[in-house]
């Protein structure tokens, strides 16, 4: 299959071989489980379970609006074990901001009894929409680390190419590289799976980094030609869904466009696996496996992880080092630093860097751009980084967006290279937010303002009806004697 | 509660839905001057300008009567952004301490009301919800802070709060600040 090239790009230092040599293990049951109603991009969950209830593993115990995921983004959230129900209250959220959201304590029994599960015998014989409908109640969301509800991707209209996403381009993560290798079967099927649930989508694609051969091998043994399986050359940011489609088919996603709108839908590999378990086994999405890696432990290792376990507990399994410092959520490129370990794991939680005091040197001082343009060469979406960074730096927001700012991808690329070390990124996500915030601070000014004249009108429309009933009373005397 | 909630619900939706009839229905057509310059303002209603509401003030500021930087809860960005559309001199805001105003919300104590109705006699906005003699209640979303339900309240069981911080208010600081 020919393959294409996407503007720029970069190539790291995977960081892979620390965690990917052994297999996944199951991380231990934890005596608290945190579930937070929002974990993923959308519309929170709403509880349906009360503090004192006992629930079953993989029960729902947090659901769209109205117990009804078809027309919302939004995705059920099930008990991970059983137990009871001991809080719903706010907790502090895997959030660079360190603010809690409302979640739902579950103390576990230690029995983890499931509740019972329902399976789709055979697949093939449901129309695709009720299989859409088994995979929303399943809570299943894009696992890669964004977090889309899954089912609603899977609503697209005439897909003519699903792609299965193994690039895993980041440095240090090594969850999908794990399961390819040892779940390749899984794998397969689920993709089998998402095509008849997108009404059978002619071509399906899994595209994997050259820089995972065995992961490569293990799919190739198990599709039997069934699926196609794609090598990729390893760059960065390869595994971004729209470099992936320009690698893969040579098509670019417009602007304001969504993949779907050129016929193309992306999922994950994990993602693949939980549809492929929600549908053969029942199983909804109570877990997922995580990469806990960095310096900051002595054994890096892929768990598997029910969903709501605190970070804490899972390094603390992997040997943690005195000292530690930085704990990183994601990637090493586009990961969010995190104030503490004390948070649970959920369900866009792919992998933890840790890391000891001293480990990295502080970034050396920002200097002023030299205007090398080294930030334009290796942009994947062939955007300015140095314009961009100039409008941000000084609040020219509309020049900012006039140079298309909300195409970034945040892939940090022009960051990496900047000889001056400037954060730019930090100055996008910045300038997004600013732009964001202004947009919907207007909104409610005007919403303000309406109210204000409507209720203006009001005042005058009654000092009318007043004065008339006045004007009524006046000349007819007979009606005021009672 | 949930009843409650549900019904404050319904009659947003409701007076939401009249409102936008009603502001196609009855259009006011203004000076489309005054109409953007008023469109610069937040919108609070407060009259910390000292006029008795955004509109009076743009009406003012359309009329050269009333410099452009009385509005204290548009802060320093309001008055730029009056600057840049009238094309006139920046002029620095009489109170410089409060340079980033946090945005206030009021909070009735349900318990201590007595449902005179003063306030919501007072709120320019109609954010406040209740009958005589029934307990009243702010429609959180509606309030734009302006203090004014406060001072009337006899019983001073009105509070100001700051909006609480989520996440979906949450923005990314600027880096210098990180
Ligand atoms: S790489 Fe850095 S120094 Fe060079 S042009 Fe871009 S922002 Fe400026
Ligand atoms: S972070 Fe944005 S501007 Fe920088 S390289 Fe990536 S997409 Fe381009
Ligand atoms: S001070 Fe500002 S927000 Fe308050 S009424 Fe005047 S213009 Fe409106
Ligand atoms: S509730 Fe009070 S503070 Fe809020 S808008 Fe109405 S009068 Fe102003
Ligand atoms: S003014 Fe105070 S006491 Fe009167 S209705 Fe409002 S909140 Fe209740």
């Given at each position: ?303 598997e992880v029910l969903l709501g376990t605190p970070m804490r507990e899972v390094i603390d399994q992997c040997g ?63 955007l300015l980084p140095q314009q961009l960074y100039w409008y941000c730096a000084a609040k020219e927001f509309k ?77 007819n005397p007979d009606l005021t004697t009672f | 509660m949930l009843l409650t909630i549900g019904m404050l619900g ?169």
């Amino acid at each position: 299959m020919r393959l294409w090239q996407f503007h720029g790009g970069i190539h790291l230092t995977g960081h892979k071989d620390l965690s990917n040599h052994t297999g996944i293990i199951p991380a231990k049951l934890p005596k608290f489980l945190i579930l937070p109603l929002l974990q993923h991009i959308g519309e929170p969950t709403e509880p349906i379970v009360r503090v004192g209830d006992k629930v079953l593993k993989g029960q729902i115990i947090a659901h769209c609006f109205g117990s009804d995921c078809s027309l919302m983004i939004s995705a059920p959230i099930h008990a991970s074990s059983s137990g009871t129900v001991v809080a719903i209250d706010a907790r502090p959220v895997p959030h660079p901001s360190a603010l809690s959201a409302p979640g739902i304590v579950i103390e576990t029994d230690g029995e983890d009894r499931w509740t019972e599960l329902t399976a789709i015998p055979d697949y093939t014989r449901l129309p695709a929409a009720q299989v859409r409908e088994h995979i929303a109640q399943a809570g299943i969301v894009g696992l890669g680390g964004a977090g889309f509800p899954s089912h609603v991707k899977l609503r697209s209209k005439d897909i003519d190419t699903l792609i299965i996403n193994g690039a895993e381009c980041e440095p240090y993560i090594t969850c999908d590289d794990r399961l390819m290798r040892e779940y390749p079967q899984e794998i397969i099927e689920g993709a089998e799976i998402l095509k008849h649930t997108l009404g059978g989508a002619q071509h399906c694609i899994i595209a994997v980094e050259d820089n995972k051969p065995e992961a490569y091998q293990a799919l190739v043994a198990a599709a039997q030609g069934r699926v196609e399986v794609i090598k990729i050359p390893t760059l960065y940011p390869t595994g971004g869904e729209r470099q992936l489609i320009q690698i893969l088919t040579n098509k670019e996603v417009g602007r304001f466009q969504i993949p779907a709108s050129i016929g193309i839908v992306v999922h994950n590999i994990e993602t693949t696996r939980a549809v492929y378990r929600a549908v053969t086994a029942g199983r909804p999405l109570i877990s997922r496996v995580v990469t806990v890696t960095g310096t900051g432990v002595e054994k890096p290792q892929n768990f598997e992880v029910l969903l709501g376990t605190p970070m804490r507990e899972v390094i603390d399994q992997c040997g943690r080092k005195p000292n530690l410092e930085t704990l990183i959520m994601g990637g090493g490129m586009m990961g969010l630093a995190l104030p503490s370990d004390d948070l649970p794991i959920i369900k866009t939680t792919n992998c933890l860097i840790v890391g000891q005091v001293g480990e990295l040197p502080p970034p050396p001082p920002p200097l002023p751009c030299i205007r090398c343009g080294a930030c334009a060469q290796v942009c994947p979406i062939n955007l300015l980084p140095q314009q961009l960074y100039w409008y941000c730096a000084a609040k020219e927001f509309k020049k900012a967006q006039a140079h298309s700012l909300f195409e970034c991808i945040d892939c940090g690329c022009c960051a990496y290279v900047c000889p001056s070390h400037l954060d730019l990124v930090g100055y996008y996500r910045y300038a997004k937010a600013e732009i964001r915030a202004a947009a919907a601070e207007r909104k409610a000014a005007d919403q303000a303002r309406q109210r204000h004249e409507f209720r203006l009108m009001r005042l005058v429309r009654e000092k009318q009806e007043k004065a008339a009933r006045h004007q009524k009373s006046k000349s007819n005397p007979d009606l005021t004697t009672f | 509660m949930l009843l409650t909630i549900g019904m404050l619900g319904i009659l947003s939706l409701i007076f939401g839905l009249l409102l936008g009839y009603t502001s196609v229905r009855f259009k006011v057509e203004g000076n489309p001057i005054i109409e953007q310059i008023n469109s610069h303002l937040p919108q609070m209603q407060c009259g910390k300008c000292s006029y008795i509401g955004c509109h009076p003030y743009a009406e003012a500021i359309a009329n050269n009567e009333v410099a452009i930087n009385q509005c204290l809860p548009g802060g320093e960005s309001t008055m730029l952004a009056l600057a840049r559309f009238l094309d006139r001199e920046p002029i620095p805001l009489e109170a410089p301490e409060e340079v980033v105003p946090t945005k206030l919300l009021a909070i009735i104590d349900e318990t201590a009301c007595i449902g005179c109705t003063k306030c919501i006699q007072a709120c320019p906005v109609d954010a406040i919800l209740g009958a005589p003699k029934w307990m009243h209640t702010v429609i959180a979303q509606e309030c734009t802070g302006c203090e004014l339900c406060v001072i009337v309240c006899p019983v001073d069981c009105i509070k100001m709060a700051p909006v609480p911080a989520t996440l979906s208010r949450w923005k990314w600081p600027h880096p210098s600040q990180i």
